[in-house]
């Protein structure tokens, strides 16, 4: 039997890398990752190599049925330089959690976007629905665009394994978010991107791309989209101690450059300490406080202080590579 593998990677376009995928056809596939072979492309055409030296390299790293199509399976790679090295866009490559001892819960919101109109279903022509407040968790065609789009990911994400754990439309018409769970970074990233991708095929179905601008409308009263990023360590699991958590958001308040330089472009106009954000170079944490950097969630406080933490300056168009490699590397050095 003749099975598909579609090749899924990120470009180095900058400063937002974009999906890129090809198929090949495989005789006999059992269906496992150690069964993918590696595979080459024109890194030419994805600003990834020049001309004269054009061939990268793509790495299998995970493996998931693929729902929509027969006999089929998506496969996520990383990039590599000819030689076998990590390429300079390969944001997977610098996680160091090689244990998987870190928890990742990606919050992504985006935009539906109709390609006629270049508006989001609920906007009408050449101007604007009602304020934002009734489509937040809507019901009704009245405030809910898009939802046989939204359902059908969904659906497809579940299908095809990921650890989806819910969606909602979210507070501005034409936006929605998924939640990705996962035990390691990296599966956290894989799952993510893999998520993202299905969206952007389905999108293409129903006539929709897919807006993950982190603020799309500019300086109006809406609020964007982010990634919100909740993370857990063994420590921070088991800990029971409101120092273990003092700790790490204070060495998060030294790194600020660290994490605002992965967490997307264009988070100025998101972060400006309205809508539930902090403002973009300013720090802060609390307990059950939407609008501070890293917010507490309240069971962490009630459960004893065993529990994550939700950094929710994270972009929607952030790389969640880059992002979880960033979490881990100043918790790590938290608890030195």
Known sequence: MKSKLEYIWLDGYMPTQSLRSKTQVIDNFGGTLGECPMWSFDGSSTEQADGSSSDCLLKPVA???????????????????????????????????????????????????????????????????????????????????????????????????????????????????????????????DETWIARYLLERVGEKYGYSINWHPKPFGKLDWNGSGMHANFSNEVMRTSGKEETFTLICEEFGKNIERHISVYGADNDQRLTGDHETQSIDTFSYGVSDRGASIRIPVSTYTDGWVGRLEDRRTASNADPYKVAAAIVKTTKEALV
């Open 63 to 189: 493996i998931f049925p693929d729902p929509g199509r027969l006999n089929s399976y998506l496969v996520m790679t990383e990039v590599l330089n000819a030689d076998g090295t990590p390429h300079v866009s390969n944001g997977r490559a610098t996680i160091d959690d090689d244990d998987d001892d870190f928890w990742f819960g990606f919050e992504q919101e985006y935009f539906l976007w109709d390609i006629d109109t270049n508006l989001p279903p609920g906007f009408p022509p050449g101007g604007y629905p009602g304020p934002q407040g009734p489509y937040y968790c809507s019901v009704g065609a009245a405030n809910a665009f898009g939802r046989d789009c939204v359902e059908e990911h969904f659906d497809l994400c579940l299908a095809a394994g990921i650890n989806v754990e819910g969606i909602n439309a979210e507070v501005a018409a034409g936006q929605w978010e998924f939640q990705v769970f996962a035990k390691g970074a990296k599966r956290a990233g």
